[in-house]
């Protein structure tokens, strides 16, 4: 059952340009919502977090909207830099549980 | 200011043999979380360990077992292992009073391939 869904497994983005990476979840009782990047051969990098009492985070160059109605969220990556190629995931957690669930990711090309 | 260490990095084994993996968090850091990622998907959640007890677990059999020392370093084991095992083993820490919206730090992973 998977209860974080990222729909897309990659996207391609000129420099410059806005990124847009979608995540989908199914269970009510999550309320925070976490982004990682995962570059080859390393762990994931935790890059921001919303609450589900808000609808917007932003970050510098990265910007995560959520819609409770939805149940989805996205994280907005602005102006798109080459460097900013990895694999993003999107992940949910459960005030009172202790586990973080995560999708299966896409992966970011950022075209110089 | 290291990081989550985890060793060792690459392992070959063979089915029905026995394993162990290790790790250290980050300092500060007093819960340990380890996940399994497999090919093409996102980590999947094994258990959680603070205060030397696991206290959740995911959907995996008992022969995935753990151990956290006062430490608060962590060991994965698993036994009679099986080709589906093979996969990226991460360990994430974490204080256990943080709030929601903190995220984990990872080590780079375990890369186990069973053959």
């Known amino acids: 059952d998977q209860q974080v869904k990222q729909n897309s497994p990659s996207l391609s983005v000129q420099e410059g340009r806005i990124s847009i990476l979608n995540c989908d979840y199914t269970n009510s009782m999550f309320d925070y919502f976490l982004w990682y990047k995962k570059y080859p051969a390393e762990g994931p990098t935790f890059l921001i977090s919303i609450s589900s009492i808000k609808d917007k985070n932003e970050d510098g160059r990265f910007t995560v909207f959520l819609n409770k109605s939805a149940k989805h969220l996205s994280l907005h990556i602005v102006p798109s830099q080459p460097g900013d190629s990895a694999v993003y995931f999107c992940?949910?957690?459960?005030?009172?549980?202790?586990?973080?669930?995560f999708g299966a990711g896409t992966r970011l090309f950022v075209k110089a | 200011d290291a990081g989550v260490t985890q060793s060792p990095t690459h392992l070959i084994k063979t089915r029905g043999q026995q394993v162990t993996l290790r790790c250290s968090p980050k300092s500060g850091h007093d819960t340990v979380s380890w996940y399994q990622q497999a090919l093409g998907q996102g980590p999947q959640f094994i258990f959680q360990y603070y205060e030397e007890e696991e206290r959740q677990r995911g959907n995996f059999p008992d022969r995935f077992s753990g151990h956290q020392f006062p430490n608060y370093s962590s060991e994965l084991n698993v036994n009679a292992l099986l080709l589906g095992d093979s996969a990226l083993y991460l360990c994430?820490?974490?204080?256990?009073?943080?709030?929601?919206?903190?995220?984990?730090?990872f080590g780079s992973g375990t890369r186990l391939t069973v053959v």
């Open positions: 992940a949910a957690s459960a005030t009172g549980g202790f586990k973080t669930i």
């Open positions: 994430a820490s974490s204080p256990w009073d943080r709030g929601q919206g903190y995220g984990y730090t």
